[in-house]
């Protein structure tokens, strides 16, 4: 994570809804970009607009999730049969999913908690956050257990049975990173790793925009659950309010672990997306 990072997509939107991006995941194999906001004004019922885009970051269609969470993370699973399934957050309580859960995407339908099947792998946990690794076919779910943050990660194929009972890892969020001052904005699963990213909006008291921001990435070893490695980041820093949202791997036509930023006035976002050449 070393090297500087380049811009791929630069001011795109405006997505369906006035609001930021929260986060992004790629569909490989049909070339599409799914992006994931939550609607103005349905933080806490956990409302969100999923986006369907081409790679050119030009809207294709949308659809609306009622009561499904914040959209901190979310993941694409392309599937044998050619069916692509989107995953996210779902049953939200005080805005945020207690369970996740796949679906397909259909241009302007309205999705309930009641339309789709709820999972909840993790007994009493909160806040859970799902990304898909189609290299490894494994699933990554972030949740909170009494309040604290952790990663279980699951063979995709066995997830997908219902079966919890055998997870591949299960790790703490290793310590704020940089501090607990700067807010999770995101994370994606990758092999052996996950990919993290914190920081907040430019305002002129605390992250100001002279100073280039306080967006960092991280890389987590998901086996030993220690950090591998901290960067901060000031891609993208001339744009306007600059908020970091979302991180997501695009596997071809080489690894790269993008980073979303958010930009412009309030009611009317744009969105950006960097990335970085992956080596590990």
Known sequence: MDTPALRWLWKKGPLKEPTVLQSFAFDEVNHHLYVLQVRRGGGEAGNLCLNKLDLQGKRLGHMYLQGFGHGVSMGVQNAADGTVWIWTETAAVGGYGRGVTRFRFSHGAVRTTEDVKVRKPITGSTNNQPSICMASRRIAVRHRVGGKPRYRVWDLDAFVARDYSKPLVDI?????????????????????????????????????????????????????????????????HSLEYREPEGVAIRRTPEPRLCMGLASGAAGDRRFSIYYKPLTQ
């Open 172 to 236: 703490a969020q290793p310590a704020h990173h940089p501090d607990a001052t700067i807010p999770f904005q995101g994370y994606a699963l990758h092999g052996d790793h996950i990919y993290q990213l914190a920081g907040t909006a430019y305002d002129d008291t605390d992250n100001p925009p002279a100073e280039h921001g306080n967006a960092y990435l991280s890389c987590v070893d998901i086996h030993t659950g220690k950090l591998v490695q901290r960067q901060r980041t000031e891609a993208g």
